[in-house]
């Protein structure tokens, strides 16, 4: 139990186009999504909190405006990187806690590249 | 910043018991401790948490001191496979608002 899967696992694009990231709890309910970026040789680093059908929370220094949010349902998260830089390619992972249980289960990470 | 405290790097003979510590000195009386791990590109995987008792599950076994502010993450019979970084975090068991902040964790490397 406890699965969490991201789409895609991988993505390429250009400088300034937008980029989503979907993040699914494929066995329970998800109160409570968490995103987090990981650059090379770094540790993760938490982004935002989202609860579902709620405004996401962000973490000190990550522009809302640029990093996209939404939680709709209680198994479907998304990150939408816009007018996306080179600076923004990174591993982004998310993870899921809720009803089933609130330790964060992690999804397997999306390694984005701007070119 | 995270509240722990962990050796960078660590080696461990394969088929041996590999012991991790962790510090965490200023825990509070309601945040637990749990150990992720994260292999090479991919996603941190949850290895056990507890609050003040000895753990004991399929992967491991989490043994707090009685103070609570050190605890030591066991894995009984390491393999190659086990070779990752192992994070201790201390949070607030809540769903909603018990955050996970990663710090630079313990470089498990297994050896044959």
């Known amino acids: 139990g406890a699965v969490v899967s991201q789409h895609p696992s991988r993505v390429i694009c250009k400088s300034g186009t937008s980029v989503k990231i979907e993040c699914r709890s494929l066995d329970f309910q998800a109160t409570t999504m968490f995103w987090y970026r990981q650059f090379p040789k770094q540790s993760l680093m938490l982004m935002a909190t989202s609860n579902e059908g709620s405004k996401a929370t962000y973490e000190q220094g990550v522009e809302k405006d640029k990093f996209l949010i939404n939680h709709a349902s209680l198994t479907l998260s998304t990150l939408t990187v816009t007018s996306a830089h080179p600076e923004d390619s990174s591993f982004y992972i998310c993870?899921?806690?809720?009803?089933?249980?609130?330790?964060?289960?992690f999804g397997p990470g999306t390694r984005l590249t701007v070119l | 910043d995270a509240k722990t405290t962990q050796p960078p790097s660590m080696d461990c003979a394969e088929g041996r018991a590999a012991n991790l510590p962790c510090n965490h000195s200023t825990i509070s009386g309601n945040e637990y401790v749990y150990w992720y791990r994260q292999i090479h590109s991919q996603g941190p995987q949850y290895i056990i948490h507890g609050l003040k008792n000895n753990e004991t599950n399929e992967m491991a076994s989490l043994i707090i001191t009685e103070d609570r502010k050190s605890s030591t993450l066991i894995l009984p019979h390491a393999t190659l496979r086990d070779t990752a970084v192992y994070y201790c975090?201390?949070?607030?068991?809540?769903?909603?608002?018990?955050?996970?902040?990663f710090g630079q964790g313990t470089t498990l490397q297994v050896k044959p």
């Open positions: 993870s899921a806690a809720g009803t089933y249980t609130d330790t964060q289960y």
């Open positions: 975090i201390v949070r607030v068991r809540s769903s909603n608002t018990g955050k996970l902040i």
